[in-house]
């Protein structure tokens, strides 16, 4: 089984996943958790790349690091995860590609990017998809803190197309499960599980 986290940088998705986590381990599930990009050495090395600040990286190139990383994630981590029923996590996969080169940097039209995602990830999608969704005044108040990366640094009116994009993904994807991310940490935790609980067995 394969379940993504998406959002918006400042979402909560780390905390979320590692309450998953334990949740699914106590219950004896084996569960694996990768992050995109990342995950593998190649991934990891274009993340380095990715997340860089003093690096200045054309739109389509970025499209196709990401595309990079994740298809190598696929090939080695997660493919044969599944076969052998492993449980798997993703902290983000292609939509947040949708979201960020489509809607935010409008690299090429979302039609295309849909067909690189297809590439990227050898046709495999997640049977669940968690979005939290949390508005852009607050995410900016949970992230002020921290210094930012190549694509946190990105300005406000991109970020707000990359808000944008989750909403119409969330409206036309039936695995989106759309998680109000202002609520307390274990009320959404408690969302998730509920969410889950008839689909593991
Ligand atoms: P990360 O530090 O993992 O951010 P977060 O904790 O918010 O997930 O950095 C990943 C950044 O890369 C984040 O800003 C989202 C962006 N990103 C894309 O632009 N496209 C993609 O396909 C993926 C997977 C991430």
Known sequence: MLI????IDGSGKSTQIELLQQYLRDKSYEVQVFREPGGTDVSEMIRGMLLNPEIEID???ELLL???ARSQL?????????KKDVVVILDRFFDSTTAYQGFGRKSMPIEEIKQINEIATHNLTPDVTFYLRLSLEEAAERTKRFEKDRMELSGDSFFKRVFDGFEQIAKTEERFKTIDAGQGVQEIHEEIVSNLENRLL
């Open 59 to 61: 739109p389509v190139t």
């Open 74 to 82: 696929v090939a080695e981590k997660l493919l044969p995860l599944l």
């Open 4 to 7: 993504t986290f998406e959002g």
């Open 66 to 68: 990401f595309s990079s």
